[in-house]
């Protein structure tokens, strides 16, 4: 870690709970703002596309129970 991030990190720790949340919160929303371009459209799609399947009857939802017992299987 540079000298200029661990100090960055020491003064963090001496904040108070809540504020060094809200710092994590800042600093991961900075990196998803630059690493997620189109993500938000992908996920839009994606969504569309599953209801769609939904809708027509392509696929049909399993529920919860059966799911969860299937993995359990494995």
Do not use: H
Request: charged residues 40%.
């Amino acid at each position: 870690m540079a000298k200029s991030a661990q100090k960055l990190f020491e003064e963090a720790m001496r904040l108070d709970p809540k504020e060094r949340a809200t710092l994590v919160r800042l600093l991961i929303d900075a990196l998803d703002a630059k690493s997620d371009e189109g993500a938000e459209d992908a996920w839009r799609d994606e969504v569309e596309r599953r209801i769609t399947e939904l809708d027509s009857g392509t696929v049909q939802a399993v529920p919860w129970e059966e799911l969860r017992a299937r993995l359990y299987q494995r």
